[in-house]
């Protein structure tokens, strides 16, 4: 029994031998990797950066993937092929101005740049954009800059507002505008209106936009003519003035020869080519007439007294007082009265004061003459008196009379009567002052 159980533990250390011997030596070899790949490491930690390409190579050849995972922290190329130089060639990095001796070129900012700021980009330009008038707005625009032009007649001002709008395309409305509410007023304001045209013509209005709206108002005279009986005429003055003042070209009359069928835009026509075939070469300055203040005294004086000789040929009340209106000189209807009652001293026609009379009370009971030009008329006339008897041998005896009948028909007050003079007291008067002028001699 003792020899079987030592031959079996014989056999059993036989076997194991090789056993520990294959261990030992698996052992030592992982040693010598562990012991060669630490040696690997401290190689490259101590190498420098420009030999570092030598070691790389020598430790991925001796090291396999298990130990690539200790370099997933190292910062340095894992492909072991870089120079170790600097990137870009020290051009780059924070903080570093580029290479030497290298010139950039002048960038344009792009707009695009989540950094663009307009403010910063150089000088900027601010410009007020101003929307186009639609049609509705262009009427309730204008029309107080024609109406408040009526009054003041600077078409500077005009032209100034007009500047401040974006008209357009409605360039042409401004002139059919203007002249639809000239027909409607008086001479004065066609006056204004046609100085108005000839000023803004190629500045802010071209000859084809003021063509463009004189054709849509001769196409429109049958119905102006429903509120203004006169308006072919007017078309007519209108299309003459803007010739003469080369506001529409000389073309502008034969456009139409042999192409208007509308009897109206005929008559206007027609009164355009006469209006010019009688000036020819000059302009139509008073086509319109003198508006107003604007006309010379003598001017008013002439026609005030050709106003009155008209009455006493056809002693029509309402057509003086008519041309009165048209006259626009409420400040200077002394003037009226004044050589109204001068011509009814001089008249040798035995109607013609009562003639006067009424036109006076007419003027006077309409309220178109007021109290102070009817008085204003009648002391000028008083203190004029010594003239006119020179010529007059009996204007005192005259006027007494005449004077008398005005009151009587309620045209003068018994204070204006009252101071009617007469011979008597003019020579008193006379007298009077020779003696005073002799006294003062003695």
């Known amino acids: 029994m003792a020899t079987d159980t030592q031959g079996s533990a014989v056999d059993d250390h036989a076997l194991g031998q090789p056993a520990d011997a294959d261990s030992l030596a698996q052992r030592e070899e992982e040693l010598h990797k562990a012991r060669m790949s630490a040696k690997a490491k401290r190689k490259l930690r101590k190498s420098s950066s420009r ?17 690539s995972k200790g370099k997933m922290g190292d910062k340095k190329s894992r492909s072991g092929k870089g120079r ?27 707009i695009r740049d989540p950094n663009y700021d307009d403010d910063k980009q150089g000088e900027t330009v601010y410009q007020t954009v101003v929307p186009e008038l639609d ?19 600077d078409t500077k001002e005009v032209a100034t507002l007009l500047r401040q709008m974006n008209l357009g395309s409605k360039k042409s409305k401004l002139p059919f505008l203007s002249v639809s509410m000239s027909l409607e007023g008086k001479a004065s304001h066609r006056e204004l209106i046609s100085r108005l045209l000839a000023d803004l013509s190629g500045k802010q209005l071209l000859t084809e936009d003021v063509a463009g709206a004189f054709d849509q108002l001769l196409r429109d005279l049958p119905d102006l003519i429903l509120d203004t009986p006169e308006a072919p005429q007017m078309m007519g003055q209108f299309v003459a003035r803007a010739m003469a003042d080369h506001v529409l070209s000389a073309e502008f009359l034969d456009s139409y020869k042999g192409k208007v069928e509308c009897e109206q835009t005929r008559q206007a026509l027609d009164k355009a080519e006469v209006l010019l075939s009688m000036n020819r070469g000059m302009r139509l300055d008073n086509v319109w007439g003198v508006g107003g203040g604007l006309r010379p005294v ?11 000789k008209e009455y006493l040929l056809s002693t029509d009340t309402a057509e003086a007082e008519l041309c009165l209106r048209t006259l626009e000189v409420p400040h200077f209807h002394h003037e009226l009265v004044y050589e109204a009652v001068v011509m009814a001293l001089e008249s040798t026609s035995g109607n013609a004061s009562d003639l ?51 009151h009587q028909q309620g045209v ?3 204070a204006l009567q009252e101071q009617c003079p007469t011979r008597d007291n003019r020579s008193s008067v006379d007298h009077g002052t020779r003696n005073c002028i002799a006294e003062a001699a003695q």
């Open 298 to 308: 003598k001017q008013l004086v002439k026609e005030m007294n050709l106003l009155l």
């Open 412 to 414: 003068v007050t018994k």
């Open 84 to 110: 170790g130089l600097p990137k870009k060639g020290g051009a780059g990095g924070k903080g570093v101005w580029g290479a030497a001796a290298q010139v950039y070129d002048v960038e344009q900012p792009d």
């Open 356 to 406: 006067i009379v009424k036109l006076l009370k007419s003027l006077w009971e309409s309220g178109f003459v007021t109290l102070d030009q009817m008085n204003r008329g009648f002391k000028r006339v008083f203190e004029a008196m010594p003239e006119i008897s020179l010529d007059v041998p009996n204007s005192y005896s005259t006027l007494r009379g005449f004077v008398e009948l005005c």
């Open 135 to 153: 049609d509705s707005e262009f009427e309730k625009a204008v029309t107080p800059i024609i109406q408040e032009y009526f009054q003041h007649g």
């Open 51 to 67: 030999d570092s390409g030598s070691g790389r190579e020598s430790f991925s050849e001796s090291t396999d993937g298990g130990c």
